[in-house]
């Protein structure tokens, strides 16, 4: 089995981001002191130069033998906004195909984690309409990039009890075209949706489950994980499965995420995989991003484990 280590969004080694944002707030103030154009022209700008970093980006994950990233879902700031109505998609459309390019033509796997608005079963009619509208832009956005990956979204809202928020959910997923269904992917959260929740409503969809190994430790019900496993990894209908790996910051704040991986906490989770028939990419979800992945993969090495390249592990 290969496993495959990545990050999230902000390569610490470069310190760049294609997160930078703007407030509608701001956008709002540019309208009436400048005008929509300038308002617009400023969103440009921003867009432009996430879009110019996305690429810095890719090019140093290449270059470092890294091929596993998660993007940023802010890359676009504003642009599911209900009174922002530039068609950002179509005005950067060369610059979407070539950075799509760049990925297809070196075989990263890349996808993206919407963030927290993001509540398909919210009982909040609004709410699930935004929600829609930001997985739609978002599926737009992977497609101007000629790529085929997933987006990755939390179950949500536990309002009105866990057994009628995991109803909303499957009920809301219908309103998707049939299209988008097929990119979404969830995991099981820290707090209230546990493994058991997230691979019942995963087999209901038939739609792919991402493991979370710290919010399983943080959230179960004494389950085993190792009775479960190969249930998660069944929900992928391809050769290669997904999880998600972080260390807790410390005894009292273990939801929050450390800064590097523990290396017991990755060899533990390795016990319960290393017999899976599926190859798995592993996102590394910690503070000092890349820093961490190349932190974790030395500690490795200096145990004797094998690598194929440089974030390439063989079990």
Same mark, same amino acid.
């Given at each position: 089995?290969?496993?495959?280590? =990545?990050?999230?969004?902000?390569?610490?080694?470069?310190?760049?981001?294609?997160?930078?944002?703007?407030?509608?707030?701001?956008?709002?103030?540019?309208?009436?002191?400048?005008?929509?154009?300038?308002?617009?022209?400023?969103?440009?700008?921003?867009?432009?130069?996430?879009?110019?970093?996305?690429?810095?980006?890719?090019?140093?994950?290449?270059?470092?033998?890294?091929?596993?990233?998660?993007?940023?879902?802010?890359?676009?700031?504003?642009?599911?906004?209900?009174?922002?109505?530039?068609?950002?998609? %179509?005005?950067?459309?060369?610059?979407?195909?070539?950075?799509?390019?760049?990925?297809?033509?070196?075989?990263?796997?890349?996808?993206?984690?919407?963030?927290?608005?993001?509540?398909?079963?919210?009982?909040? %009619?609004?709410?699930?309409?935004?929600?829609?509208?930001?997985?739609?832009?978002?599926?737009?956005?992977?497609?101007?990039?000629?790529?085929?990956?997933?987006?990755?979204?939390?179950?949500?809202?536990?309002? *009105?009890? %866990?057994?009628?928020?995991?109803?909303?959910?499957?009920?809301?997923?219908? *309103? *998707?075209?049939?299209?988008?269904?097929?990119?979404?992917?969830?995991?099981?959260?820290?707090?209230?949706?546990?493994?058991?929740?997230?691979?019942?409503?995963?087999?209901?969809?038939?739609?792919?489950?991402?493991?979370?190994?710290?919010?399983?430790?943080?959230?179960?019900? =004494?389950?085993?994980?190792?009775?479960?496993?190969?249930?998660?990894?069944?929900?992928?209908?391809?050769?290669?499965?997904?999880?998600?790996?972080?260390?807790?910051?410390?005894?009292?704040?273990?939801?929050?995420?450390?800064?590097?991986?523990?290396?017991?906490?990755?060899?533990?989770?390795?016990?319960?995989?290393?017999?899976?028939?599926?190859?798995?990419?592993?996102?590394?979800?910690?503070?000092? %991003?890349?820093?961490?992945?190349?932190?974790?993969?030395?500690? *490795?090495?200096?145990?004797?484990?094998?690598?194929?390249?440089?974030?390439?592990?063989?079990?």
């Amino acid at each position: 089995m290969k496993i495959r280590f =990545g990050y999230v969004s902000i390569p610490k080694t470069l310190n760049i981001t294609s997160s930078h944002t703007i407030t509608y707030n701001n956008y709002e103030k540019i309208i009436k002191e400048q005008g929509l154009k300038e308002a617009n022209k400023k969103l440009q700008q921003i867009i432009k130069t996430n879009l110019i970093n996305l690429e810095q980006i890719l090019i140093y994950n290449i270059r470092n033998g890294i091929h596993f990233y998660r993007m940023s879902s802010n890359i676009f700031p504003l642009i599911t906004h209900p009174n922002v109505k530039f068609n950002v998609l %179509k005005h950067f459309k060369e610059q979407l195909k070539n950075i799509g390019e760049i990925i297809n033509k070196n075989n990263l796997r890349v996808d993206i984690h919407l963030d927290q608005f993001c509540v398909l079963n919210s009982t909040n %009619k609004e709410i699930v309409k935004s929600t829609i509208n930001i997985i739609k832009f978002h599926k737009n956005m992977l497609k101007a990039m000629n790529l085929k990956t997933y987006m990755i979204i939390h179950i949500g809202s536990n309002v *009105l009890g %866990k057994k009628n928020s995991i109803t909303r959910f499957i009920n809301n997923f219908s *309103l *998707l075209d049939e299209e988008t269904k097929n990119m979404i992917i969830i995991e099981n959260d820290d707090k209230v949706f546990n493994i058991k929740d997230t691979l019942y409503i995963c087999n209901r969809l038939n739609i792919p489950m991402v493991l979370d190994y710290h919010h399983y430790i943080c959230n179960n019900e =004494g389950e085993k994980l190792e009775d479960y496993i190969e249930q998660i990894i069944k929900t992928w209908n391809e050769d290669i499965s997904k999880i998600h790996l972080s260390s807790s910051k410390t005894k009292k704040e273990f939801r929050s995420h450390n800064d590097y991986i523990n290396i017991e906490d990755f060899i533990n989770l390795l016990k319960i995989i290393q017999n899976q028939k599926k190859d798995i990419d592993i996102m590394i979800e910690a503070k000092e %991003k890349d820093i961490a992945l190349f932190k974790l993969i030395r500690e *490795l090495k200096y145990r004797n484990y094998k690598f194929i390249d440089d974030t390439t592990l063989i079990v």
